[in-house]
């Protein structure tokens, strides 16, 4: 198991597979239909978007929990 102190790039790193893996999907079978070869063209999708979506994620993740501490409202004695 990994320190605490790596929660934010496991986080990072298991929220950028996932959605890459999902989103990559979606847009292949939308764009090419379910077609013989789906699974290699998607596996290349896949990994084309997880190499930028890694970094991405990294980058924007403080700007996002920024705007949602800007969004969400305190209760009063918190």
């Given at each position: 198991?990994?320190?605490?102190?790596y929660q934010s790039i496991v986080f990072?790193?298991?929220?950028?597979?996932?959605m890459s893996c999902i989103m990559s999907f979606v847009i292949s079978v939308f764009n090419i239909g379910f077609?013989?070869?789906?699974?290699?063209?998607?596996?290349?999708?896949w990994c084309f978007a997880f190499v930028v979506a890694f970094p991405a994620i990294t980058v924007i993740s403080p700007v996002v929990r920024k705007l949602v501490s800007l969004t969400i409202r305190n209760q009063p004695g918190q």
């Open positions: 198991m990994l320190d605490k102190k990072t790193f298991f929220m950028s597979l996932l077609a013989s070869d789906l699974s290699a063209i998607w596996f290349k999708a």
